[in-house]
């Protein structure tokens, strides 16, 4: 079984129940072993806020140490995103060994009127894979209500309902306090239930259970909240935030935090006050988080989609508000924000209140209305209706005199952008459907891959998940350049179709999801590309800008065979008079005790230093001065202990006519290393910690973006991936959005996709194989593979024939190190980052002699 084929089964599940209940979860459950009695779960229930509160309490727990599952719906582009483990995507082979090996038993075997809905089987199979995965808790957000969803038929250590208003009132009741009364259904049987409701919302939930209230500092109605939040606007800073503060039993903390607004606010406070009860909890005597778990985990947790700021000039924000509170909520927190004309770009699905989100609103003084490419979308025409009801006397209505229509949501983000001035905002809402669209804007980035042989074009077109048939009846047409992109369903066959009625080869992904991404395949001639694009700039705007990052891409390719050490990096080559043609090479240089390669050796600052002149002697271009080890099981050390170790070291390199970086994912470090004379940082953990994106935005420095799972590296974390390629490579454009909403120019990024940090060695060789594709980023692509685990096996006569040698230090590594900075630099990649300078120089100058002669230069 494929893939594609897997998905298409769940989705053929009934969406809808006509009978409420759980029993049909219960029973799903019970055929699947009860995976829920062996995980303790948290519910997170209420008609907004629970998707932010959910990621920030499972962000807050792994800080604590915690393997934390999380389960939240909907998702924007992807199935998997629904289900995570310590922040990774449920794998596609596990939904395939659970159609392949569990449906017949556990849903095809449900006794009649009893089959399981789609939502109660991807339920089902998050807890399914929690179990497997043996993690310490699941958090669970919950769907509709509370009394009958399917999360429901776990026991929860706690639970929480973040907010009340109406919605789904055909499911769960017309009146606030019917709606909360379903909510509150999912209070634990030991502690009290978490809630952040209000006024007649509250009462109700009083009746059915114990609560701990939290609230803003204003009190939840006539008394004041068991966890007072307050909420300061930091807006003018890049990237907006605010700094919240939260007080109670057991909490008393403080930070800044990018989810933005007061609402925010309240769920981060929900968030922390499960915390605090989970710290209680006999049945997670080792999950203990402190303050500052809870202070990490809500300075660190994004929601893409959630008041998502995705440009400065003009101000583009992204919210799924798809009722009226959730677009009150965006009408207010917009407020805080100093624009000129605010464009709106509004889409909805059919059976929500469009007349009071309208209401709900902000002024408009254009409105672009579209509708989402899914089957429940409204049309426009009933769009600009409850806009038309609304006319004359509320905010959003205001504009119908400057009401376009559009065919695709990205269309109608293109227009918007066209028409506002740096000074304007433009708002992008009404769905998270629309939302997902509109966001391809700025996550999309076509790759070109390699397909020259029909063992990689097999590969590339399985990866994109291309029905088997499909890949043999085309194998054999790829010729010339290949590129993969991901697009809507409709675009993605209109492109297959108009590159094979130009001779070459397109395909399609065989997921069948006109709501999410679709992988497009296309390949042939330069020349036809040319004409491709060029009939693709002649359609829609939103085309054009397709055509447009296709040609980059391709010309990206064309032009960049051989590294050129990585933009300012090069630059400053140039300045010193050194042929900045090629790889760059980044020197290690580890003042550590315990380093794996070379600990102990250069842990004082004379070595260290002269070591620091030997490898600008042999060649080095960068020099990276690291104070903590990453290896697998190596103790962290405090900040202080760091930098008395790299802080000297780097003043004294400062006479050296070399760049110099730090590697250190610690912000106060690398602030200290900065001033200390540092020209880079390098983060292993790929800039995951907020502080550190302010740190190099404020320096504006170049920084490594480096994939990693865990850093320290934990062995544990070796799960299989389906693809590295494509996972790291979505990872790392996730980060790099978030480092240029820090304020971080892209130019100034070099991303390292971690060869050996959680991977496989078959793995870590894929990504050595296909660094090329990790320049569709637009970023420099740094790798990281010296001396590193996975070449153990390579060379096995030259360590035979080695007997002695220690096991880190074979000559066969070595060897296979400067085999692989030959192959990376022939791939593209700009820096390498070695221990042994010379050789790997030596490999650097016989890539671009090579290249140099195939030029004929």
Known sequence: MEYHEAVAALEELPHLRPDLGTDATASLLARLGDPQTAVPAVQVAGSNGKGSTARVLARVLREAGADVGLYTSPDLNDLRDRIRVNGRRIPERE?????????????????????????????????????????????????????????????????????????????????????????????????????????????????????VTVGRDAGTGAEA????????????????????????????????????????????????????????????????????????????????????????????????????AACATVA?????????????????????????????????????????????????????????????????ASALNAVERHDSVLDAVERALASADPDDCVLITGSLYVVAEARDRWTRAPRVVRADTPARARSVMRSANVPKSARERHVDRFSGLTVRVHVRQGTAHELADAMDDLGGTGVVSGLDAPDRHVETVLS??????????????????????????IATAVDRDLNGAVGDGGSSIAATRSEAGTDADGTAVMGILNVTPDSFHDGGEYRRVPAAVERGRELVAAGADVIDVGGESTRPDADPVSAAVERDRVVPVIERLADLDVTVSVDTRKPSVARAALEAGADVVNDVTGLADARMRAVVAEAGCQVVVMHSLSAPVDPAERYPYDDVV???????????????????????????????????????????????????LDTSVLVGHSHKSMFDGVGSRARSETAGAADGDAPDRLAATV?????????????????????????????VATAASIDGS
């Not at 999950?287 to 400065?312: H, K, L, M, Q």
Request: proline residues 5%; charged residues 25%.
């Open 332 to 396: 207010d927190t917009l407020d805080r924000f100093d624009h000129d004309d605010l464009h709106l770009v509004l889409g909805a699905v059919r059976e929500k209140d469009h007349v009071g989100m309208a209401r709900s609103l902000p002024h408009a003084d254009r409105i672009h209305l579209t509708a989402p490419a899914v089957e429940r979308a409204a049309d426009v025409e009933t769009l600009e209706t409850a806009l038309d009801q609304v006319a004359g006397t509320d905010r959003a």
């Open 524 to 549: 042939g001639t330069r020349a036809r590309f040319d004409v491709f694009l060029t009939r693709l700039r002649e359609s829609s705007p939103a085309d054009r800008r397709l055509a447009s990052a």
């Open 225 to 324: 909240a068991d966890v007072r939040v307050t909420e300061t606007a930091t807006s003018d800073r890049r990237p907006p935030a605010s700094v919240v503060s939260i007080e109670g039993p057991d909490l008393d903390v403080q930070t800044r935090t990018q989810l933005i607004g007061a609402h925010q606010a309240v769920n981060a406070g929900v968030a922390a006050a499960l915390a605090a009860q989970l710290g209680r909890e006999p049945a997670l005597a080792d999950v203990e988080p402190t303050a500052a778990n809870v202070v990490a985990g809500i300075r660190n947790t994004t929601v893409p989609g959630r008041f998502e700021v995705c440009s400065a000039e003009p101000l583009v924000v992204l919210d799924g508000a798809h009722n009226p």
């Open 726 to 776: 494509d996972e790291v490579f979505d990872e790392l454009r996730e980060r790099l959005l978030l480092a240029e909403r820090a304020g971080i120019d892209r130019e100034d990024v070099i991303v390292d996709p971690g060869l050996g940090f959680g991977k496989h060695p078959s793995e870590s060789f894929q990504l050595l194989d296909r660094l090329g594709e990790f320049r569709a």
């Open 95 to 211: 939904i395939v060994r659970f159609v392949a090996d569990k449906w017949v038993d556990a849903v095809a075997a449900a006794p009649d009127g009893t089959e399981p809905t789609f939502f109660e089987a991807f339920t089902g199979l998050a807890l399914w894979h929690f179990d497997r995965r043996d993690v310490d808790i699941a958090v669970l957000e919950v769907g509709i209500g509370g009394r009958y969803d399917a999360t429901s038929v776990v026991d929860p250590v706690a639970a929480a309902v973040t907010s009340v208003s109406h919605e789904h009132t055909d499911v769960l009741g017309e009146d606030l306090p019917t709606i909360a009364r379903d909510l509150a259904q999912v209070a634990p049987a030991d502690v009290p239930l978490v809630t952040g409701a209000t006024g007649d919302a509250l009462a109700a939930i009083r009746e059915v259970t114990d609560v």
């Open 819 to 847: 085999s692989a900075t030959a192959l990376a630099a022939e791939r593209g990649v700009d820096l390498v980052r070695v221990h042994d300078v010379a050789e790997n120089v030596a490999a650097v100058g016989a890539a």
